[in-house]
């Protein structure tokens, strides 16, 4: 394996740039198009059949050798509103109109940049290694996943009928734990994930004369609360489920009581029957405390994003992993438990009724990851994902990606 990753000393530089020069210039999901044209450039730079605008802003390369298995090597490339607080020579000062029309600032706060370039450089690595193996690649470049849709947009496109059907699926994930290191899942790995909006309709006043309106701030404050009795009062202990309400809106002035109130709710779940039970607790309270406040209106629910459940097959984990311990040493390769993320790569092969194997690769800097170990301070000094201060260290985090996608891809193909 050796004499594959002795390629990377020679496009290091080039790949370290590259990662630069895609996190200071995010998009949002939907919206790659910049980034889309630079993976489409260096695709038909190294000699693979491109294919870009598969599912808006998706791009796909088509690495044929011989006949042989196919592998599907996936990697997403949308960013978030989120203003950067890295500090960078290369931090982002882009912004971007949302979906709702609003300016916000954009950020490669998740490591898909990374996820970009580690994938890119390991098609370099393995169209060099050609005459290591034999059958067909295939290169994902997927939008929107931060908002649960690319995968199914790239599925709807006929990615299945357009492109080599896959034997397995292969992707990775930066994660805040130290460089150099892998970590892997197998079973049930990611969770599923549910994203909702809720409107609670009150009657709008005068801040003076509360006893003429129905205050909806009131009435969605006390939602807020109730919601946090979901988990601890209707869930199993030996059952995992997490609820969150991450926005609460309402109002524009002190002294006036608004008409309505909006709340944003995150639903996290490793079990269909306890994700259905608590998708209907919620819409239970909501509507309980909308009649509890005397609201004339009923609740409304938009459902913005929904994940599926992410499982490793474990055939296919335990194979990848034998891999990755022989290319990175034993000591690089974690066991970790499932992680309460979610994500929609599982959707690729399970449309192609192929096993999926995910994984998460460190982007801390040893030495900075080791000290807040020490200290017991991990959590408090090491930014996590969807932080403003996330960026992961470029090496070995670099190195280490690409070598894991490379490795992986081997095993399945020599």
């Known amino acids: 394996m050796d004499d594959v990753f002795r390629r990377l000393d020679d496009i290091r530089d080039d790949l370290a740039a590259l990662y630069e020069d895609l996190h200071a210039h995010p998009e949002l999901s939907f919206q790659e198009h910049r980034t889309a044209a630079e993976v489409v450039r260096r695709l038909e730079a190294l000699g693979l059949e491109v294919t870009s605008g598969v599912g808006r802003t998706g791009v796909v390369g088509v690495l044929r050798n011989g006949t042989g298995p196919t592998v599907l090597l996936r990697a997403d490339f949308d960013a978030l509103p989120v203003l950067e607080q890295t500090g960078l020579d290369y931090a982002s000062t882009q912004r ?60 709807d496109d006929g990615f299945l009928e357009r492109f080599p059907r896959p034997d397995v699926c292969l992707g990775q994930h930066v994660f805040p734990f130290q460089s150099g290191f892998v970590g892997m899942m197998s079973g049930p790995s990611m969770s599923a994930a549910d994203s909702v909006k809720i409107t609670m309709f009150g009657r709008g006043g005068h801040g003076s004369q509360p006893q003429n309106a129905i205050d909806p701030v009131v009435m969605a404050s006390a939602t807020v609360m109730r919601l946090q009795t979901v988990v601890s009062r209707e869930v199993a202990g030996d059952d995992t489920a997490v609820v969150t309400v991450g926005s609460i809106r309402a109002g524009t002035k002190e002294n006036i009581i608004p008409d309505q109130a909006e709340l944003l709710v995150n639903i996290r779940s490793f079990d269909e029957r306890v994700r259905e039970r608590v998708l209907a607790a919620v819409r239970r309270i909501v509507r309980a405390e909308a009649i509890a406040s005397g609201a004339e209106r009923e609740p409304e629910f938009e459902q913005l994003t929904r994940f599926p459940l992410l ?29 309460m993320a979610s994500e929609d790569v599982g959707l690729f092969g399970a449309a192609a009724g192929a096993p999926t194997c995910y994984w998460f690769f460190g ?23 969807h932080s403003p201060g996330f ?24």
């Not at 474990?314 to 438990?337: E, F, I, Q």
């Not at 982007?363 to 994902?385: H, S, W």
């Not at 985090?397 to 992986?408: F, H, Y």
Request: aromatic share 2%.
């Open 96 to 155: 971007a109109t949302a979906a709702d029309g609003s300016d916000v600032p954009v950020m490669h706060a998740c490591g898909h940049d990374m996820h970009v370039t580690s994938l890119l450089g390991a098609m370099d690595l393995l169209i060099t290694a050609r005459s290591r193996w034999s059958g067909t690649v295939v290169a994902v470049f997927q939008p929107a996943e931060e908002i649960g849709a690319g995968a199914r947009a790239m599925l």
């Open 311 to 339: 499982v490793n097959d474990l055939d296919a984990t335990s194979r990848t992993t034998g891999a990755l311990r022989a290319a990175l040493g034993d000591h690089a390769v974690l066991d970790l438990p499932p992680a």
């Open 363 to 385: 982007g801390t800097e040893p030495g900075r990851f080791q000290r807040a170990l020490a200290e017991d301070r991990v959590a408090q000094e090491i930014p996590a994902n």
């Open 391 to 414: 960026a992961p260290a470029i090496e070995p985090t670099l190195t280490t990606g690409v070598k894991a996608l490379t490795a992986a891809a081997l095993e399945w193909l020599a």
